[in-house]
Nanobody
């Protein structure tokens, strides 16, 4: 599976960004697709995932109510709408396959996109 994320940038706290991901390849080997992020000196964190079969969505507690994940199965695209951004959301965001359905075990990911939120 190949994935390519885009849409990052610099935004002030309280602002919004929309990340997009285009993916290609076989979908039979993974449970879902989603986003994780990694900030310097911090562990990888699952942000949001969506299952491929029924579209069930999962969000990290830190982003619930602010981020919305969506997908277009016809176009093989994934999006993450990020509102009310906080400085602690600053990280490189990756679009990735979710192997286990818990949004914490990722199989493939592409080049990430930097999100920087200034205070």
């Amino acid at each position: 599976v190949q994935l390519q994320a885009s849409g990052g940038g610099l935004v002030q706290a309280g602002g919004s960004l929309r990340l997009s991901c285009v993916y290609s390849g076989s979908t039979s080997d993974y449970y879902g697709i989603g986003w994780f992020r990694q900030a310097p000196g911090k562990e990888r964190e699952g942000v949001s995932c969506i299952t491929l079969d029924d579209g069930a969505k999962w969000y990290a507690d830190s982003v619930k109510g602010r981020f919305t994940i969506s997908r277009d199965t016809a176009k093989n695209t994934l999006a993450l709408q990020m509102n009310s951004l906080k400085p602690e959301d600053t990280a490189v965001y990756y679009c990735a396959t979710d192997l286990g359905g818990l949004c914490n075990h990722f199989g493939s990911w592409g080049q990430g996109t930097q999100v920087t939120v200034s205070s």
